[in-house]
């Protein structure tokens, strides 16, 4: 079955760290893969997309890779701020061309 | 601001009750989309919409039926709430359905008793 695996438990990071979140996905083949930021109470944000040829996409401090051999994104926040403080959803490609979410990892950041 | 709104933004109802849900925008975009959002689960599709009267079934779709007679109206219905639809629910929309980012709603919080 098509499964969207992303770090379970909350990243929590010291500020002006680099954060890195994993999205490992099974059973798709994506031609891109997009990032969004959700806040509490609060709908998802777009934030990055990233196509099967392009092997890294950058955005102010934010970087994603895609790797279609590991079937894996990883997405970094560079020099951290608490403001980054949020919960971020991977979401690739799925049947249809329509996206599929996964459930996100909830990233805090230590003053 | 994507100028997408839903309401109501809270509703508490009673199981067996019939329940609509509107989301509207004012971008003109062709795709709109509703989500619900569980503890434990990713955004799930329910159902989308690629133009006026045209939609199809999400992977969720099942209790849930859609209407969008204009473009900047998708109303999401529950024929018969029941607990297990209590949710967040989430509007998108997208003016490409490839690669087209898109664009949520505040979400609607929903409680069947």
């Known amino acids: 079955s098509q499964k969207i695996e992303q770090n379970s438990e909350a990243l929590n990071i010291q500020e002006g760290k680099t954060a890195t979140l994993t999205c490992n996905y099974t059973?798709?083949?994506?031609?891109?893969l997009q990032w969004y930021r959700q806040d509490p109470g609060r709908g998802p944000v777009f934030l990055l997309l990233?196509?099967?040829?392009?092997k890294e996409k950058r955005k102010e401090r934010l970087k994603v890779t895609f790797d279609t051999t590991l079937k894996q994104s990883l997405f970094h926040i560079t020099a951290s701020q608490p403001a980054d403080s949020a919960t971020y959803l991977c979401?690739?490609?799925?049947?249809?061309?329509?996206?599929?979410f996964g459930k996100g990892i909830q990233v805090v950041v230590i003053p | 601001d994507a100028g997408i709104t839903q309401s109501p933004r809270h509703k508490v109802t009673e199981t067996g009750t019939p329940v609509t849900l509107r989301c509207h925008q004012t971008?003109?975009?062709?795709?709109m989309y509703w989500y619900r959002q569980d503890p434990g689960h990713g955004l799930r599709l329910i159902h989308y919409?690629?133009?006026?009267?045209?939609?199809d079934k999400g992977e969720v779709s099942d209790g849930y039926s859609v209407s969008r007679s204009k473009t900047e109206d998708f109303l999401l219905t529950l024929e018969s709430a029941t607990s297990s639809q209590t949710s967040v629910y989430f509007c998108?929309?997208?003016?490409?359905?490839?690669?087209?980012?898109?664009?949520f709603g505040p979400g609607t919080r929903l409680t069947v008793l």
């Open positions: 979401a690739p490609q799925g049947g249809n061309n329509r996206l599929a």
């Open positions: 059973n798709y083949s994506p031609a891109y």
């Open positions: 990233i196509r099967e040829n392009e």
């Open positions: 971008e003109n975009h062709r795709y």
């Open positions: 919409s690629y133009g006026v009267k045209d939609t």
């Open positions: 998108a929309i997208t003016q490409r359905e490839a690669e087209g980012e898109q664009f």
